[in-house]
């Protein structure tokens, strides 16, 4: 996003580039980390090519999504050499997690920047300008939020993000998260109500509300009266005019609150999907995973969601190949699947993460690892097919995003999040239509308008 209002006094523009890995809150951080940038005069740029200064924005989830960084740097090499004054950044959860390391292995790094010190990116950047490298991965006391309030008044896509909670208390034994992000943290409700409007201003007309642990919550309250649950802020934004799509994501399934399950059943613009994810199906893995649920609590909670909201559409994330996974236990994790039935899943294979408990244990063969991870999303794509079958002939409502490849077509969300296109659909990016659905596609659905 640039800034449209440029000081003139400033010499000419520096061009910045992002890229970002990872989940959404990253995609999130590189927007607040572009405007942070914007008074020490940079505008984004869409190639690394043109750039005076590329940010990479990292993941660490997985030992892929780390390595990436180093192959990806080492490719700016040859840019650095042609434009000697191209400074290079690692953001994100790969600096926070390796940032020394970073910079011993990659010298072409001049920046180095964890996700709770993207508020110091001015002075990080006027340091590697003045020729020093810099780094920085503390987890500082001030309120990087408050430091980041999104400046620019330039208008929205349709749909937007809003970080409400960061970081995660859960540790589970797999999972980086807790020491990338650090402690669990919930923004005050009427940060997040003052954002949400001003998205709204811009022409926003969804928000997606982002924690790693979302629905675990817990901002000071708008009204003075203690803090507010998430189901409680999702009733706030309820009450904002113009904003007609609300969504959340990640949750753990122990933080689905009574007053957030109802809030399904009742709340007008609390869309009908939700990712919840499980991880594993044998409470053996489970407690191993230290992941304080049972198979059989989770699925008591689904009954409980699908009661309050029937055409929920449900999600989930799934490991297979943790440590020690025998063939019975994925087939708990097959059974649990079958009876849930999701609309939608990821699945991954297990990645060992430095310095988490689980790193430490016996691994799966690689091989079996492999084939369990086929057969589960084989389970998957199934259900996801049926899921989307049984929608032909039915209706949804569609917010438009943006033209589609064909002439004239349209593509936009569902309500339940599935990527619906329109051929010959006279409408405007935002709008909100009601759609005949009349093809089921691999990952979309095609449809008319009513
Ligand atoms: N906060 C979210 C998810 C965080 S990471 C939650 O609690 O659900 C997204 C997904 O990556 C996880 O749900 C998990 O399925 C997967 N994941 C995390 N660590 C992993 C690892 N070490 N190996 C493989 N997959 C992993
Ligand atoms: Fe990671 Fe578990 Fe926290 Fe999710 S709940 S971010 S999987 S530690
Ligand atoms: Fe990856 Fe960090 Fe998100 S590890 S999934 S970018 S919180």
Redesign the pocket.
Known sequence: MSDTTQDTTKPAPKKLFIKT???Q??VYDSERMAEALGPSGYVEVGSPEEADMILLN????REK?AEKVYSELGRFRGLKDEKPDLKIGVA??VAQAEGEEIMRRQPLVDLVVGPQSYHRLPELEAKARGGARALDTDFPPEDKFEHLKARPKARRAPAAFLTVQEGCDKFCAFC??PY??GAEVSRPAERILAEARDLVERGVREITLLG?NVNAYHGAGADGGGDWSLARLIWALNDVDGLERIRFTTSHPNDMGDDLIAAHGECEKLMPYLHLPVQAGSDRILKRMNRSHTAESYIRLVERIRAARPDILLSGDFIVGFPEETEEDFQATLDLIEEVKYGSAFSFKYSPRPGTPAAERPTVDPAEADDRLQRLQALITRQQREVQDSMVGGEVSVMFEKPGRREGQMVGKSDYLHAVHVAEADVAVGDIRRVRIVESGANSLAGALV
Do not use: E
């Not at 990292?58 to 989830?61: E, L, P, Y």
């Open positions: 890995y990872g989940c809150m990253n990292t993941c660490h989830i999504a994100g959860c980086v998260v990338t992000r790693q």
